[in-house]
């Protein structure tokens, strides 16, 4: 699942300081990889260690898995690649992109028509689905965002077509 956001940057020279003082944990970004698929999905490069849940990086990348097994469990694809992009600014995702690679039973635009009707992709409105306010991130700093059933994330929702 990717999640396309407006990325941050950090002064180099800052970065290379805090990397020689081995606090580089500190910076958000360094697990960005780890975090999610280990390479095998695809990622637009937002990270989630350091930041809260008011950070489409974050928040967005949790939504986007959420769907996909939501998707999947409701047996309407095999596999599912779920793209959000954001704006600062804009409440509601710029695109909202689905590849189901072939997978799905009833087209990919099919599959947008059913998310955009089972889902409020805001990121408000993200953050109360998910309870993202619920203080879980020292437990996401330990075997990664992804895989835990006890993560909302994780469980599907039950959808209407």
């Known amino acids: 699942m990717l999640v396309e956001i407006i990325c941050y940057s950090v002064s180099f020279y800052f970065d290379v300081f805090l990397s020689l003082l081995s606090f580089s944990f500190l910076i958000a970004g360094r697990k960005i990889i780890v975090d999610t698929y280990g390479g095998w999905g695809a990622h637009g490069g937002g990270a989630f260690s350091g930041k809260d849940y008011s950070k489409v990086d974050r928040s967005a990348a949790y939504a986007a898995r959420w769907v996909a097994k939501s998707l999947v469990k409701n047996g309407l694809c095999r596999r599912v690649l779920v793209q959000l992009s954001y704006a600062i600014g804009i409440s509601e995702p710029l695109s909202i992109y689905l590849d189901s690679y072939g997978t799905s039973k009833v087209g990919d635009k099919e599959l947008l028509r ?18 993202l306010r619920f203080p879980r991130y020292l437990e996401t700093a330990v075997y990664g965002h992804f895989g835990r059933p006890e993560f909302p994330w994780e469980k599907f929702r039950k959808l209407t077509l």
Request: charged fraction near 40%; glycine fraction near 6%; aromatic fraction near 6%.
């Open 114 to 131: 059913i998310v955009k009707k089972n889902f409020d992709l805001r990121p408000g409105v993200i953050v109360k689905d998910l309870d």
